[in-house]
């Protein structure tokens, strides 16, 4: 239970692309008004790309940042590439929370099976040190693998920690590969390897 003046409830978003006359030329849009692209951002108009909050996918900024810099390869006869699996997303609260890659739940439909690695921010000298041990980081990996396959953390710095998995992940990295990466002490980072290292015999300041 939590006691609140206020609550801000903000769901539901759709693009707005009205007055961009898309109607007129004839580019296709979905149910939800988003513009629908083929694998390399173009619309069913030829010369006509979409990238962003127009089109499918999470409203994020940097999602957006990344298909930019796609499209321009793409017209420049080039190749454009975006891993939508590794496309992070950050909520800016106190504690902040963070996340990339697969959730539990979709691991459990897509009946794949994984290993959860764990660690409390009560166990990062860092975050003791500044009264801000709230949180935890967790690790998903594949169960046979143990290929990274995604990303939990809610507590200080958040949303800079989660980079380190992103880059692990897109280089197809596993747990172990993580866990056996020297981190400086004492940081916060310190509790993203201890996470993976409990993927695997365990985390030392469980």
């Known amino acids: 239970q939590v006691d609140a003046d206020i609550v801000l409830l903000a769901t539901g978003r759709v693009p707005f692309t009205d007055g961009l006359g898309l109607q ?48 321009a390869e793409v017209i420049a006869g080039n190749y454009g590439h975006v891993n939508y699996g590794v496309i992070p997303g950050v909520i800016y609260t106190h504690p902040e929370v963070a996340s990339v890659g697969a959730t539990e739940q979709q691991l459990k439909e897509d009946g794949r099976a994984y290993k959860v690695g764990k660690f409390s921010f ?53 747990a172990q590969d993580l866990a056996l990466t020297c981190h400086a002490h004492p940081t916060y980072s310190e509790a993203v390897r201890e996470a993976a290292l409990a993927c695997g015999d365990g985390a030392i300041h469980a």
């Open 24 to 71: 007129a030329l004839g580019v296709s849009l979905s149910k939800r008004g988003q513009i629908e692209t083929d694998a390399h951002w173009q619309t069913n108009v030829k010369g006509i790309y979409a990238i962003g909050d127009a089109t499918l996918g999470p409203m994020l900024a940097h999602k957006a940042e990344d298909e930019g810099m796609a499209v």
């Open 122 to 174: 009560m166990g990062n000298a860092r975050a003791k040190a500044v009264f801000a041990g709230e949180g935890f980081v967790k690790i998903l990996a594949d169960a046979e693998t143990d290929r990274i396959l995604g990303a939990h953390i809610i507590g200080p710095a958040a949303g800079e920690l989660i980079h380190e998995v992103c880059v692990a992940m897109e280089f197809g990295a596993s």
